[in-house]
């Protein structure tokens, strides 16, 4: 089993930053790919971006450019780094690891972001 934890969201104006961050527990050993997708109301949820163990990215194209996916395998951490907010990308956000691909089978609990001035 593996646990996902995130934290690190909030309101924040247009134009502004926010870092999220997903700690990993449990049976990490089994986990390549990690990464963050969200959901708004009445919407389905989507992919954000990813990152594989060895490092190797991808981005859906709304975010590219703005928002940068890292991963420290010392702290079992993945990060979203998420500049010059929007207010279309406000959303729960959920950190999500599968043992090859994405969409794995393992999902946080969800933290808001809120973009609004």
């Known amino acids: 089993q593996v646990q996902l934890v995130e934290s690190g969201g909030g309101l924040v104006h247009p134009g502004g930053s926010l870092r999220l961050s997903c700690a990993v527990s449990g049976n990490i050993f089994s986990i390549d790919a990690m990464g963050w997708y969200r959901q708004s109301p009445g919407k389905q949820r989507e992919f954000v971006a990813g990152?594989?163990?060895?490092?190797?990215?991808n981005y859906a194209d709304s975010v590219k450019g703005r928002f940068t996916i890292s991963r420290d395998n010392a702290k079992n951490t993945v990060y979203l780094q998420m500049n010059s907010l929007k207010p279309e990308d406000t959303a729960v956000y959920y950190c999500?690891?599968?043992?090859?691909?994405?969409?794995?089978?393992?999902w946080g609990q969800g933290t808001q972001v809120t973009v609004s001035s």
């Open positions: 990152i594989k163990r060895g490092g190797s990215t």
């Open positions: 999500n690891a599968g043992e090859q691909a994405l969409p794995g089978g393992y």
